[in-house]
C-alpha cells in the first residue's frame, strides 16, 4: 500500500493553505485558506484510515465530520466577514486591528 | 439551667431548731416561697435588659422598669399578706457557689462555704412588700416626671437596678450576698445622684454618698469577718444557731466589737449621725430617686441588717451591751438633723433631714430592743415619706424650683398634691390616728419599757429615760418643721414666677395611693386591738424575742400627741397667718442656735479639714510628683524611644522599601513595553506566531 504519496499531496495542500492564510488580506481568502487546510487535514485522515485498515473506518468517519464542520465554520465565517464588510466597507484583515493595544 | 436548681439546696428551719425564742410555727410555704428567688432576680435582669433594649422599646424602658416592678410589688403582697394574716412562712433556698478559703473555729478546720440564696421569712416578706410597693407608685410617677429627660432610659435602668440590689439585700440568706446587695444599692445610687452629672455640685453629692458610705461599709466588712470567721459560716441561721446555744463560743469572744463595727456599716447606709452628711447632699438626684431611696431601698439597709443580726443584738452573752451605743448614736440622729430641717430652704433637704431624724427613731428603738417597733416605724415611714418626696416632686415640677421661698399658696393651684402631702405631714408628725402616730407611740413605749428593763445595768435606766424624752423633743421638731414647710409651701401667697398647675394624673394617681398608706398602715398593729405587722415580721429564722406592747400607753400617747398639736400651733402661729410677712417671719434669728444649725453643725466643715484636706493635700502633692516625676518620665522614655525606633524604620522605608516597589514597578512596565510589540491586532500575525510556536514545539518534540 503506497501512502507517500497521499502524505506529500496532503502537506502540498496544508503548506499552500498556511502560505495563504498568512499572505491573503482578503479576508474571503484566508476563509477559502483555511478551508484548503482543513482538506489537506482530511486527506491524511482518509490515507491512513486505509493504510492501517481500521476495521470501524474511523479515519472516514472523521473526515466526514470535518466535511460538516468545515461547512458550519464557512457559514458562520462568511456570516461575519459579511456583516463586517456591511459595517466598514471593507474585508482587508490587516484593518481589522480593533484588538491591537 | 436545670442543673443549677437541681443542685439548689432548700433548708427548712423547724420551730424546734430554731430554739425557745421561736413562737410561730414556720410552714415551708411551698412553691410560692421556693419560686421567690424570682423577686431579686426579676429586677435585676430587667434592668440589664432595659440597657441593652430599652431604648428600643415602646415605652423607651418605662414599661419594662414598671413591668418588673409591679411583679415584686405582686409577689411581696401575696408573701407579706400570708406572713401577716395566714400560716408564717420561713423559707431558706441557697445555690451553692463553692468553698471559698478556710476557717478555723475552735481547733477544726472547715471550708468557708458561699451560697447564693434567698430567703422568705417575716422580715424579708416586709421588706419586698415595701420596697415592690412603693417602688411601683414611685416607677409609675417618675414617668411623667422624667419627661423628656436626656438620659431617659439609662434612668429607668439605673433605677431598675436601686431596687433590685436593695431585693437582693433583703433576701440574702447570708452576710456576704447582703454585702453584695449592699454594694449594689451603693453604686446604683451613685449613679442616681449624679444623674444629673454634667452640674459639678451633683456628681459632687454622688462621690460624696459614696465615699461617706465606702467609710461604713469597711466597719460591715470587718463584723461580717469577724463573725463568718468565729462562726465558720457567713449564713443568718448558722450565726442565730450559735448565739441561742449560749455563750462561751468564739463568737462571743469577739461579739461586742464585731456588733459596733455591724453597726458602723448600718449607720453608713443609714445616715446615722455623724455619717449623715450625705443624705442631705443626695437631693442632687431626681426626685423620685429621692422618695425611693429615703423610704424603701438605701437608708433602711442599715435598720433592715440590725433587724437580721437582732438576736445578736438581744442576747446578753453576746452584743446586748453595746446596744447602748445604738441608743445614743439614736438620740442623736433623731434630734440633732431634725433641728437642721428648720432652717432649710430647699424643700427636698427639709425632707431628707427629717428622713434623718426618722431613721435615728428606728435605730433608737433597735436600740432598746425593739425589733418590731423599729421595723413599724421604717414600714409606716416608707409610705408617708415616698408620699412626701412624690408631693415635694410635684410640687417642684410646678414651680421650677426647689426653694421654698419661691413657693407659697400653692393649695388653690394643686389640691390633689395639698391634701396628700398634708396626710403625710399630718402622718410623719404623728397625729391620731394617721400611720405616724402608731409607729412613733410604739417606739415611745418601748423606750419607757426599756427604761424600766432595760439589761444594761450601770446608768442603762437613765440612758433610756434620756432617750425617751429626747425622742418626745423630737416629735415636738418633726411637727414643727413639717407645720413650717406645709405652711411655706401652700399657704400665704404665691411667690414664685409663672404659674403653677396641678400636675398630670400619672402624678396625682401615685400620691393619692401612697396616701391611703400613709394613713392606714399604721392600723395593722394598734396595740391591744391589731397584731398583724407584729406576727408577721415575728416569723422569723433569726427569732428575735423583743417586747411588743399589749396595750396603749395612754400616758405616752397623750403626751406625744399633745406635744406635736402643740408644735403645729406655734407653727400655725408663727408662719401661717400673714401672706406679706411669711417669708420674713421665717428668716427670725436665734443668735447662736441659727448660725450653728445653717452651717448643719459645722460637720461638713469638720470633715472637709480634719479629714479630707490634710489627706487629700500630702496625697494630691504626691501623686502630683510621681505623675510628675515617674509616669511623665515613662511616658516621655516611651515617646523618646519611639522616636529613636521611628527614624531607622522611616530610612528603611524610604531607601529599602520604596525603591524595592519602584524596581518592581520599572520591570512590570518594560515588561509590558516590550509584550506591546507582539500586539498589534494583525490577525495574520498572530497566525504567524501560533504556526512558528507549533513549528518550534514540533522540532523540539522530534529533537528531544
Known amino acids: 500500500m503506497i501512502i507517500m504519496q497521499f502524505l506529500i499531496l496532503g502537506a502540498a495542500l496544508f503548506s499552500l493553505g498556511v502560505y495563504g492564510v498568512l499572505t491573503r488580506r482578503n479576508a474571503v481568502l484566508v476563509l477559502l485558506s483555511v478551508e484548503l487546510m482543513l482538506a489537506a487535514v482530511n486527506i491524511n485522515f482518509v490515507a491512513f484510515d486505509r493504510f492501517l485498515g481500521d476495521q470501524l473506518a474511523g479515519g472516514q468517519i472523521f473526515a466526514l465530520f470535518i466535511i460538516a464542520i468545515a461547512a458550519a465554520e464557512v457559514g458562520i465565517g462568511l456570516a461575519i466577514i459579511l456583516l463586517i464588510y456591511r459595517n466598514r466597507h471593507d474585508a482587508n484583515v490587516d484593518n481589522l486591528d480593533l484588538m491591537k493595544l | 439551667m436545670n442543673a443549677l436548681f437541681a443542685n439548689a439546696t432548700t433548708l427548712l428551719l423547724a420551730a424546734e431548731d430554731s430554739g425557745e425564742h421561736a413562737e410561730t410555727v414556720l410552714a415551708d410555704g411551698g412553691v410560692l416561697a421556693s419560686a421567690a428567688w424570682l423577686i431579686p432576680v426579676v429586677p435585676m435582669v430587667m434592668a440589664f435588659l432595659i440597657v441593652f433594649f430599652g431604648k428600643r422599646s415602646p415605652l423607651k424602658g418605662w414599661g419594662m422598669a414598671v413591668g418588673a416592678m409591679g411583679f415584686v410589688a405582686l409577689y411581696g403582697t401575696v408573701l407579706f399578706g400570708i406572713a401577716m394574716f395566714g400560716d408564717a412562712i420561713g423559707y431558706q433556698g441557697a445555690i451553692s457557689i463553692g468553698d471559698v478559703g478556710t476557717t478555723t473555729v475552735e481547733g477544726t478546720t472547715s471550708l468557708l462555704h458561699l451560697e447564693w440564696g434567698w430567703m422568705v421569712d417575716g422580715l424579708s416578706s416586709m421588706m419586698y412588700f415595701v420596697v415592690g410597693v412603693v417602688g411601683l407608685f414611685v416607677f409609675i410617677y417618675a414617668k411623667s416626671y422624667m419627661k423628656g429627660d436626656i438620659r431617659y432610659t439609662w434612668f429607668f435602668a439605673s433605677f431598675t437596678l ?65 463573725i463568718g470567721l468565729s462562726v465558720g459560716s457567713f449564713r443568718f441561721t448558722d450565726i442565730m444557731d450559735v448565739v441561742s446555744g449560749g455563750g462561751g463560743t468564739p463568737l462571743a469572744t469577739v461579739a461586742f466589737w464585731a456588733g459596733v463595727a455591724l453597726f458602723i456599716g448600718a449607720m453608713g447606709k443609714s445616715a446615722q449621725f455623724p455619717l449623715h452628711v450625705w443624705l442631705p447632699d443626695a437631693m442632687a438626684g431626681p426626685t423620685p430617686v429621692s422618695a425611693l431611696m429615703h423610704a424603701a431601698t438605701m437608708v433602711t439597709a442599715g435598720v433592715f441588717l440590725i433587724g437580721r443580726m437582732f438576736p445578736f443584738y438581744n442576747s446578753p452573752e453576746y452584743a446586748e451591751e453595746m446596744r447602748w451605743i445604738i441608743v445614743i448614736i439614736g438620740s442623736l440622729t433623731l434630734f440633732l438633723p431634725g433641728l437642721i430641717a428648720l432652717v432649710q430652704d430647699d424643700i427636698k433637704k427639709v425632707l431628707a433631714y427629717s428622713t434623718v431624724s426618722q431613721l435615728g427613731y428606728m435605730m433608737v428603738a433597735m436600740g432598746a430592743g425593739a425589733y418590731t417597733a423599729g421595723l413599724f416605724h421604717l414600714f409606716t415611714h416608707a409610705f408617708f415619706k415616698a408620699l412626701l418626696f412624690l408631693g415635694a416632686g410635684s410640687v417642684i415640677h410646678a414651680v421650677h424650683s426647689n426653694n421654698m421661698s419661691d413657693m407659697g399658696g400653692l393649695r ?41 428593763n432595760y439589761p444594761v445595768d450601770a446608768g442603762g435606766e437613765a440612758l433610756a429615760y434620756t432617750a425617751l424624752v429626747v425622742a418626745i423633743a423630737g416629735a415636738f421638731v418633726t411637727a414643727f418643721y413639717m407645720t413650717r414647710a406645709v405652711s411655706l409651701t401652700f399657704f400665704g401667697g404665691y411667690k414664685g414666677h409663672g404659674e403653677p398647675h396641678e400636675s398630670p394624673k400619672m402624678m396625682t394617681v401615685p400620691l393619692v395611693a401612697l396616701a391611703v398608706g400613709a394613713v392606714t398602715a399604721g392600723w395593722l398593729n394598734i396595740p391591744g386591738v391589731t397584731a398583724y405587722f407584729t406576727d408577721g415580721v415575728n416569723a422569723v429564722f433569726t427569732a428575735p424575742g423583743d417586747h411588743h406592747a399589749e396595750s396603749l400607753n395612754y400616758g405616752l400617747a397623750v403626751t406625744a400627741s399633745l406635744v406635736g398639736l402643740l408644735a403645729i400651733g406655734l407653727g400655725y402661729l408663727l408662719w401661717y397667718p400673714d401672706k406679706e410677712t411669711q417669708q420674713e417671719r421665717d428668716t427670725f434669728r436665734i443668735p447662736v442656735l441659727y448660725p450653728l444649725l445653717v452651717n448643719k453643725y459645722y460637720i461638713d466643715d469638720f470633715y472637709m479639714d480634719v479629714i479630707v484636706r490634710p489627706i487629700r493635700g500630702p496625697i494630691a502633692q504626691a501623686v502630683n510628683w510621681f505623675n510628675g516625676h515617674v509616669i511623665d518620665a515613662v511616658v516621655n522614655g516611651v515617646g523618646f524611644g519611639t522616636k529613636a525606633l521611628a527614624k531607622p524604620i522611616y530610612a528603611f522605608d524610604q531607601r529599602g522599601l520604596d525603591e524595592a516597589f519602584n524596581v518592581t514597578a520599572a520591570g512590570t512596565a518594560a515588561t509590558g513595553t516590550f509584550l506591546r510589540m507582539f500586539q498589534t491586532g494583525k490577525v495574520q500575525q498572530y497566525a504567524v506566531m501560533i504556526f512558528a510556536g507549533t513549528v518550534l514545539l514540533v522540532a523540539g518534540l522530534i529533537i528531544f
Open chain 2, 162 to 226: 436601686f431596687a433590685g440590689g436593695m431585693l437582693v439585700l433583703v433576701s440574702a440568706p447570708n452576710l456576704i450576698q447582703l454585702i453584695v446587695g449592699w454594694e449594689l444599692v451603693g453604686v446604683a445610687s451613685y449613679l442616681l445622684i449624679g444623674h444629673y452629672w454634667e452640674d459639678h455640685e451633683n456628681s459632687s453629692a454622688a462621690i460624696k454618698a459614696f465615699l461617706v458610705n465606702k467609710v461604713a461599709d469597711v466597719g460591715l466588712f470587718i463584723g461580717a469577718i469577724m
Open chain 2, 412 to 452: 388653690k393651684y394643686m389640691p390633689w398634691t395639698f391634701w396628700t402631702f398634708l396626710i403625710g405631714s399630718a402622718s410623719l408628725a404623728g397625729i391620731f390616728p394617721l400611720a405616724g402616730f402608731w409607729s412613733k407611740d410604739e417606739i415611745l413605749a418601748s423606750l419607757a419599757y426599756a427604761g424600766d
